[in-house]
Nanobody, 113 residues
């Protein structure tokens, strides 16, 4: 069964950076768009951005110019580079492989001084 595993979360100060990884157990990423979501306490899950199988990425307005999604198909991994982090970016971040309907377990990102 295909699995996605996120990593790279943690505690960071405002203005800092983190890079999240979403690794797949198989080669599904090569043929699938991947979407990053996040869910803050007491809020609904929201889309952060996505990347197509061809490497085209789009972003939510709240993270544009600060976050970058990339992929390495040879490693079956998608990345979320987060810069200039703000306290409102605090959330559990999930990756989702569209087309196969598989979620990762999530990784906590906390932005606090």
């Amino acid at each position: 069964q295909v699995q996605l595993v996120e990593s790279g979360g943690g505690l960071v100060q405002p203005g800092g950076s983190l890079k999240l990884s979403c690794a797949a157990s198989g080669s599904i990423f090569r043929r699938n768009d991947v979407i990053w979501y996040r869910q803050a306490p007491g809020k609904e899950r929201e889309v952060v951005g996505d990347i197509t199988s061809g490497g085209i990425s789009t972003y939510a307005d709240s993270v544009k110019e600060r976050f970058t999604i990339s992929r390495d198909n040879a490693k079956n991994t998608v990345y979320l580079q987060m810069n200039s982090l703000k306290p409102e970016d605090t959330a559990v971040y999930y990756c989702y492989a569209a087309g196969v309907g598989v979620w990762g377990q999530g990784t906590q990102v906390t932005v606090s001084s």
